[in-house]
């Protein structure tokens, strides 16, 4: 066990434990070398003072951050052995088995040379934040947790292998020593993925799986590409995914959750055209039998990628008679391929004559993955538009809206207005962040229109909020001023009171675990997910979050991303069918 390392500054100052991975590089924690480039690296009763520099760190920038994870890198190989670690699922719990006993070497104050063990208990049940498990010292134990500790592999005394590395101890009041931290292997290797080439994974052997993970190695690729790359291999999942990470990742979660032999053979080539990875030769040397039954099997026809198509319609009230001017536009891939209206039609026409205008325009976007937008007042914003119908020519029957992604958009953000420079600005922050991340919004807040839009307007990284209840109109209002670019609630009206009917924490709660690491871009797709399964006999119910779920998209650009469709000028005359006779004025674009 010559693996269990002390570190230290190059001034010879005490700054924590690690553990030796491979023959050159050790794990510990972030905050361990904090603001270090260089640290000197001890072996107790093996080697003295190795030169060591800080070769990675992981996200952890202050206490309580994630990732608080560094690797180093020795400046010559080792002849030591390095660890060896435990199977995944080591630590949980099983039937007539207790809580497992384990242990890690620290470097305390007073124990700094050798080091001195504590014994720690835990389980895979006693997760924290997804990212830590809760560890504990028996009090009949002599040594404690304390300072010196952080990054000491922790292992089991009876196997030797390593379960993960301690980062953090309750160092004050009754608890001081008894309760802390550690990283599980899981989670380190969320973090560093290299550590799976380590790992006793049964899915792949040792050998070819490092030479798939170096493979793709530094390729970066967007949450929604990664998954829709395994959605085409597995069109038939219908389980949720993941978020993906990496390309790596979305390869280890086929090989560990999904099911079949031929698993890799039908997400690699899906992977490495996504991320343009030559995968043949890696099939070719080590899955010949299968590679070679594939390459020469019939090639099923594949259809070519297809573009983004909207179906935006545009409703503007009119100041005289109370009527609505309804229009519609296509568009295909960013250009407009058929337009009509606008049409003068009263409220209670709205639905009947969008859905004979959808149904003249969705022969354009047959063969096409398409969304419909309604860019709308505030005032219609509430519609229950997933719910109205597609009448499709032709079908037998209509099928509801709710069917495509469906999205609400604000009028005004079509004009240049402040209040769209600052959508643009706040979709920028939520785009490069890369996670929706709404902001709860209960239903019962004293706030009128000058507070709530002070507080959105402090707060320029807010940019996403999800509504208990159909939003107070002054709440609609101050966000659509301060240009939040997304918002959801649920169509409901709470009521006077105390609200105790309206059970805003339950759908806040389930509707933001349902979006909150989503990439923003594919947020019009989860939400249509979410309304369909909230119809399943087998998967909704009556409080699934998908009911009467309204979503708000709109990132105010002179592009296709967001939304699907683009801003464009037309000309004078209409070039499709309103159903009127009347010539359109404007075209009814979005951007």
């Not at 404690?144 to 301690?166: C, Q």
């Not at 005032?379 to 992604?405: D, H, Y």
């Not at 650009?557 to 939304?563: A, G, T």
Request: charged share 25%; proline share 8%; net charge negative.
């Amino acid at each position: 066990m010559h693996w269990r390392a002390r570190i230290g500054t190059v001034d010879g100052v005490p700054a924590g434990a690690g553990v030796l991975v491979d023959r050159a590089r050790l794990i510990t924690c972030a905050h361990v070398v904090d603001g270090l480039g260089e640290v000197v690296v001890t072996l107790p009763g093996v080697a003295e003072a190795l030169p060591a520099t800080v070769a990675w760190t992981g996200d952890w920038r202050c206490q309580g951050d994630r990732g608080d994870l560094a690797v180093l890198e020795l400046g010559e190989p080792l002849a030591v052995p390095p660890c060896a670690f435990a199977p995944l699922d080591v630590l949980r719990p099983r039937e007539g088995r207790g809580t497992a006993e384990l242990r890690a070497l620290g470097f305390p104050f007073g124990h700094e040379k050798d080091g001195t063990h504590v014994t720690l208990r835990t389980s895979a049940d006693r997760l924290l934040g997804q990212e830590w498990l809760e560890i504990d010292v028996e009090q009949a134990h002599l040594q404690r947790l304390g300072e010196g500790f952080s990054g000491a592999a922790v292992y089991d005394p009876g196997t030797n292998l390593v379960v993960g590395i301690v980062t953090d101890a309750v160092l004050s009041g009754d608890q001081e020593g008894y309760i802390g931290r550690m990283l599980p292997l899981d989670t380190i290797r969320g973090h560093w993925e290299d550590l799976d080439d380590f790992l006793p994974l049964d899915w792949l052997p040792d050998a070819p799986r490092r030479e798939l993970r170096a493979l793709f190695d530094g390729v970066r690729l967007d949450p929604g590409t990664l998954e829709l790359a395994v959605r085409r291999a597995f069109p038939t999942f219908r389980r949720p995914l993941p978020a993906f990470r990496t390309a790596w990742h979305a390869i280890r979660y086929a090989g560990e959750e999904l099911t079949g032999e031929d698993r890799l053979l039908r997400l690699l080539p899906e992977l490495g055209a996504a991320a343009s990875v030559t995968v043949d030769p890696w099939l070719r040397r080590w899955m010949p039998d299968r590679y070679d039954d594939l390459a020469h099997a019939p090639a099923a026809p594949r259809p070519p990628s297809r573009p983004t198509g909207s179906v935006v319609f545009r409703a503007q009230s009119m100041t005289r008679g109370g009527g609505i001017d309804l229009s519609v536009s296509t568009v295909i891939d960013g250009v407009p391929v058929g337009r009509a209206g606008p049409v003068r039609v009263r409220r209670q026409q709205l639905r009947a004559r969008a859905e004979a205008l959808l149904a003249e325009q969705i022969g354009s976007v047959h063969g096409f993955d398409w969304m419909l937008e309604f860019v709308v007042p505030e005032g219609l914003m509430s519609e229950p538009f997933e719910e109205w119908q597609i009448r499709e020519p032709g079908a037998a029957r209509p099928r509801p809206m709710r069917t495509v992604p469906v999205v609400v958009r604000h009028l005004d953000r079509l004009e240049p207005l402040l209040a769209s420079y600052l959508a643009v600005r706040r979709w920028a922050t939520v785009r490069a962040r890369g996670r929706t991340r709404p902001e709860r919004v209960e239903c019962g807040l004293p706030y009128g229109y000058e507070e709530f839009h002070d507080w959105l307007d402090a707060d320029e990284q807010l940019c996403a909020l999800a509504y208990a209840a159909t939003p107070d109109p002054n709440w609609l209002s101050a966000a659509l001023d301060t240009g939040v670019p997304i918002m959801l609630w649920r169509r409901h009206d709470c009521g006077a009171g105390n609200h105790a009917h309206c059970a805003p924490e339950k759908f806040l709660d389930r509707i933001t675990d349902a979006v909150a690491d989503l990439d923003p871009a594919r947020l019009p797709f989860e939400v249509m997910r979410l309304r369909k399964e909230a119809r399943s006999p087998d998967k909704g119910d009556a409080e699934h979050c998908g009911h009467r779920l309204t979503l708000f998209w709109d990132g105010a650009e002179s592009k296709p991303d967001p939304p699907l469709s683009a801003v464009h000028k037309a000309g004078t005359s209409d070039s499709g069918s309103g159903g009127s006779g009347t010539e359109s004025t404007e075209s009814t674009g979005s951007g």
